[in-house]
């Protein structure tokens, strides 16, 4: 549905002015329209529904934001979908805010309220970030000032664009392990027990994403062509810009935009694998790859010193610049390598860095990580921290975020995950 409050504030405003609704009657409307959208109940296949952990949710509605010349769009129906978010509280629609520099202050105090009170709505999106991101990927500044989301956090310019912007997630985790000869079904690559430095085993890391990507683009594309074949959209074509100048379904390219999306999974985890691997391995030399690996075969199984060297390495989320430059490195590799492709639509695979619920289904072929994770425990969502690595507080978890090149590598969007405990909101300000 995307901006909805751009799209309806019109007809609401004419109706007040002639008498036909009030502002109780909107917000009533509003409600039911939530309520009537978490009747959608997607069909998946059993596999699909355990992977997303139950029954997918993707309808995203935003609101606020800028209008195409960058004016702030915050109108009244802005405020009646916050109050609906507030009462309602609705596994659907997913609601965000579209946040940016001269975003109203009460617009902000009431987003920061609702959440404050516990409301898992709206997730907060940055225009400051998104815009550029966008216009970088060949939007139109007035196209990217105009987006929403899709699905979860996906950015689009949505009258124009069709980006199947959720065509796979990579478990990069998996490309580590192949990189460490945990596993043999990757690239063939030169052992892990040669390397001397860090930067070669990140080396051998990068064989194998660009090994696994490739793999995926095949895959990928008999996909694309089926649906373009098989399963045109007429309806969506005809709501599209571009479909009916060219005559082209959108499911064959006759969109003005054709990206297609693409998740990197576990930046974290291998990000902190790697500080770890540098500082226990390289630079203290507590033990050697070797006798890493066997720890790791082991599931850290009788060496539980050897885990807790790893554990206490650097960890992404605390603000530390010697672990989040493998984050930005490990962000790099994966997006460099879509990069290279092209989808059958003509468009570009863009990388993104959110996880849906992978980072709990891939634990079923991903093991132990020279991280000190052990077989069985949860990746990292998105680009948040590890469950329970980040130490340093709120601020630094966010200072290792904003400090990735999200703009450049990041373009399918990301998730990072912040909760607060709620004793520490309850005295004085604590929207503020």
């Given at each position: 549905?995307?901006?909805?409050d751009?799209l309806?504030?019109?007809?609401?405003?004419?109706?007040?002015?002639?008498?036909?609704?009030?502002?109780?009657?909107?917000?009533?409307?509003?409600?039911?329209?939530?309520?009537?959208?978490?009747?959608?109940?997607?069909?998946?296949?059993?596999?699909?529904?355990?992977?997303?952990?139950?029954?997918?949710?993707?309808?995203?509605?935003?609101?606020?934001?800028?209008?195409?010349?960058g004016?702030?769009?915050?109108?009244?129906?802005?405020?009646?979908?916050?109050?609906?978010?507030?009462?309602?509280?609705m596994?659907q629609?997913?609601?965000?805010?579209?946040?940016?520099?001269?975003?109203?202050?009460?617009?902000?105090?009431?987003?920061?309220?609702?959440?404050?009170?516990?409301?898992?709505?709206?997730?907060?999106?940055?225009?400051?970030?998104?815009?550029?991101?966008?216009?970088?990927?060949?939007?139109?500044?007035?196209?990217?000032?105009?987006?929403?989301?899709?699905g979860?956090?996906?950015?689009?310019?949505?009258?124009?664009?069709?980006?199947?912007?959720?065509?796979?997630?990579?478990?990069?985790?998996?490309?580590?392990?192949?990189?460490?000869?945990?596993?043999?079904?990757?690239?063939?690559?030169?052992?892990?027990?040669?390397?001397?430095?860090?930067?070669?085993?990140?080396?051998?890391?990068?064989?194998?994403?660009?090994h696994?990507?490739?793999s995926?683009?095949?895959?990928?594309?008999?996909i694309?062509?089926?649906?373009?074949?098989?399963?045109?959209?007429?309806?969506?074509?005809?709501?599209?810009?571009?479909?009916?100048?060219?005559?082209?379904?959108?499911?064959?390219?006759?969109?003005?935009?054709?990206?297609?999306?693409?998740?990197?999974?576990?930046?974290?985890?291998?990000?902190?694998?790697?500080?770890?691997?540098?500082?226990?391995?390289?630079?203290?030399?507590?033990?050697?790859?070797?006798?890493?690996?066997?720890?790791?075969?082991r599931?850290?199984?009788?060496?539980?010193?050897?885990?807790?060297?790893?554990?206490?390495?650097?960890?992404?989320?605390?603000?530390?610049?010697?672990?989040?430059?493998?984050?930005?490195?490990?962000?790099?590799?994966?997006?460099?390598?879509?990069?290279?492709?092209?989808?059958?639509?003509?468009?570009?695979?863009?990388?993104?860095?959110?996880?849906?619920?992978?980072?709990?289904?891939?634990?079923?072929?991903?093991?132990?990580?020279?991280?000190?994770?052990?077989?069985?425990?949860?990746?990292?969502?998105g680009?948040?921290?590890?469950?329970?690595?980040?130490?340093r507080?709120?601020?630094?978890?966010?200072?290792?975020?904003?400090?990735?090149?999200?703009?450049?590598?990041?373009?399918?969007?990301v998730?990072?995950?912040?909760k607060?405990?709620?004793?520490?909101?309850?005295?004085?300000?604590?929207?503020?």
């Amino acid at each position: 549905p995307g901006r909805l409050d751009q799209l309806l504030d019109p007809y609401y405003e004419a109706d007040l002015e002639a008498g036909r609704i009030d502002e109780q009657g909107a917000l009533e409307l509003v409600g039911c329209f939530t309520v009537k959208i978490s009747e959608i109940v997607p069909v998946f296949s059993r596999r699909i529904t355990r992977f997303h952990g139950g029954l997918f949710n993707g309808q995203v509605v935003v609101v606020g934001g800028t209008d195409a010349e960058g004016r702030d769009a915050t109108n009244p129906m802005t405020w009646l979908f916050l109050e609906a978010m507030g009462q309602l509280r609705m596994r659907q629609p997913n609601y965000h805010a579209r946040l940016h520099q001269r975003s109203p202050r009460p617009y902000v105090e009431r987003i920061a309220t609702m959440l404050e009170q516990g409301s898992g709505a709206p997730s907060l999106i940055n225009d400051e970030v998104i815009v550029p991101m966008l216009v970088g990927r060949g939007a139109t500044i007035a196209d990217a000032r105009d987006y929403s989301p899709v699905g979860c956090v996906e950015p689009v310019a949505g009258s124009a664009t069709f980006g199947s912007t959720d065509a796979a997630l990579v478990n990069l985790p998996l490309c580590l392990e192949r990189a460490l000869g945990l596993k043999s079904d990757g690239a063939p690559t030169a052992p892990a027990v040669g390397c001397t430095e860090i930067g070669q085993l990140v080396e051998l890391f990068a064989a194998q994403v660009e090994h696994l990507v490739e793999s995926m683009r095949v895959e990928l594309q008999a996909i694309e062509r089926a649906n373009a074949r098989w399963h045109p959209t007429p309806l969506t074509s005809a709501l599209l810009q571009g479909c009916l100048e060219s005559g082209t379904d959108a499911s064959a390219g006759g969109a003005r935009y054709n990206g297609s999306g693409v998740q990197g999974v576990g930046v974290a985890d291998v990000a902190d694998s790697l500080a770890a691997i540098e500082q226990v391995v390289f630079e203290q030399r507590i033990c050697d790859i070797a006798a890493l690996v066997a720890a790791l075969r082991r599931d850290f199984a009788g060496q539980p010193h050897l885990r807790g060297h790893l554990l206490r390495a650097p960890k992404y989320g605390n603000d530390d610049p010697r672990v989040d430059r493998f984050a930005r490195q490990v962000m790099a590799i994966f997006s460099d390598a879509l990069a290279l492709r092209k989808n059958t639509r003509g468009g570009d695979y863009w990388a993104g860095f959110y996880s849906v619920t992978a980072h709990q289904a891939f634990v079923e072929t991903t093991g132990a990580l020279p991280s000190g994770r052990l077989a069985g425990q949860p990746l990292a969502s998105g680009l948040s921290p590890a469950n329970g690595l980040d130490r340093r507080g709120p601020t630094a978890c966010l200072n290792s975020a904003a400090g990735l090149d999200l703009v450049q590598r990041a373009r399918n969007g990301v998730n990072v995950n912040l909760k607060l405990d709620r004793g520490a909101l309850a005295h004085g300000d604590g929207a503020a």
